[in-house]
């Protein structure tokens, strides 16, 4: 079949909106029609050539949810007609880093992520002339039809509007993740979160949830702020003023500095801070992803108080397993994602939304594909 899609042809150059080649789904895959998708800053890295330039010509987008409209061969937990929302590392359950607990991690999973193809090592997307485009993170859903990998398909309840649930499957469970897998925020303490775009708004809602008594948070945006105040936080330290954002996270948090600082942004000294705004005993998390080649200055003498500095991929856990939980978070409003949301589109307003995000304006885009089914609210 036919699908519209925004395809990278090349690193560095605009998504073109072509129609490509859509092969029905395989033994252990799921055709689903896109509702809905966020657009996140993984996707601009990789247009921007930061991720390395081995993968295109591709579709990008790996936030997303929809409706199912074929299975393959073997695939039991969907059918026709369910909703879905993905899963952009679809673990295998048996590898190493899996049965170890790091699902996040598995092995496959990230081999077939890297060189943007399906399980079976080949892609089911193509230009009209036979060429094969790859697909970004197993997903590919800035597109109107996806065929995905089973493990990435997530059963949604009914009653949760799709262009929702389609940012639980990489802003939700990776802001969350930092918080309760990584950081493992406890009740009564302090957490300052760097950068407040799509994942940093969650991981606010998050430290909150957790029960963190102070919840700082740190953006060069005003209006990033309001709406983080508005998710969770219980100060604001605005970034890119001529102010050190680090003297006043020790002067807010006091005893030597914030318990947890959770880094979303990417930059060398945006992690720096993140490091030197925690107490002795602390934990900063470095979320953000930063271009190939960057490298990071830490002071040493620091790891004789107690310092850790960790890393975290979406969420650091079980990211398919955990889904349902955080749905359900969604459902009775624990969690509230469209406060995160700044701006609908379609297919070909995804370039103006990378504009935004390299600029640091606004927060979360969402991409609306298929507007009857994404159940968009009224104002829009
Ligand atoms: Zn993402
Ligand atoms: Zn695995």
């Not at 003297?247 to 801070?273: K, N, S």
């Not at 979406?314 to 459902?331: C, K, R």
């Amino acid at each position: 079949m036919r699908t519209r899609a925004a395809v990278l042809r090349q690193m560095g150059s605009p998504l073109t909106v072509e129609e490509l080649e859509l092969a029905p789904p395989g033994p252990g895959e799921v055709l689903v029609r896109v509702a809905a998708a966020g657009v996140c800053h993984s996707d601009l890295h990789l247009a921007d050539g930061h991720l390395g330039s081995e993968r295109q010509p591709i579709v990008l987008g790996h936030e997303g949810a929809g409706t199912v409209e074929a299975v393959g061969a073997g695939v039991a937990h969907v059918s026709g007609g369910d909703r879905v929302a993905f899963c952009f590392v679809p673990s295998c359950g048996a590898c190493t880093q899996c049965r170890a607990g790091h699902a996040n991690l598995c092995v496959p999973a990230g081999e077939h992520n890297s060189r943007g193809v399906l399980g079976d090592g080949t892609t089911r997307l193509s230009f009209p002339g036979g060429e094969p485009v790859k697909h970004f993170l197993s997903v590919a859903c800035f597109a109107e039809r996806c065929v995905i990998p089973a493990a990435a398909a997530v059963p949604l309840p009914a009653g949760l509007p799709l262009w929702q649930a389609a940012l639980v499957g990489c802003s939700v469970v990776t802001g969350l993740g930092a918080v309760r897998n990584v950081a493992r925020v406890r009740p009564g303490q302090s957490v300052a979160v760097i950068g407040c775009g799509g994942v940093g708004l969650q991981a606010i809602a998050g430290a909150r949830l957790a029960g963190a008594a102070r919840v700082v948070a740190i953006d060069r945006d005003p209006g990033k702020l309001e709406r983080a105040m508005r998710l969770g936080a219980t100060d604001t330290v605005l970034s890119g003023d001529g102010r050190d954002p680090v003297a006043r996270v020790r002067e807010l948090c006091g005893d030597g500095g914030a318990d947890h600082a959770i880094e979303v942004v990417g930059r060398p000294d945006t992690i720096r801070q993140a490091f030197d705004m925690i107490r002795p005993g602390g934990t900063a998390v470095v979320v953000g992803i930063a271009p190939s080649g960057v490298e990071v200055a830490l002071p040493a003498l620091d790891f004789v108080s107690d310092k850790t500095i960790a890393g975290c991929f979406y969420g650091s856990g079980n990211p398919a397993a955990e889904m349902p939980e955080l749905i359900g978070m969604l459902m009775d409003g624990r969690l509230d994602v469209a406060g995160a949301v700044s701006d609908f589109t379609d297919l070909d307003g995804i370039e103006a939304a990378f504009e935004r995000l390299r600029r640091g304006q606004g927060a979360r885009t969402v991409v609306v594909l298929d507007e009857g089914a994404a159940g968009l609210p009224e104002m829009i």
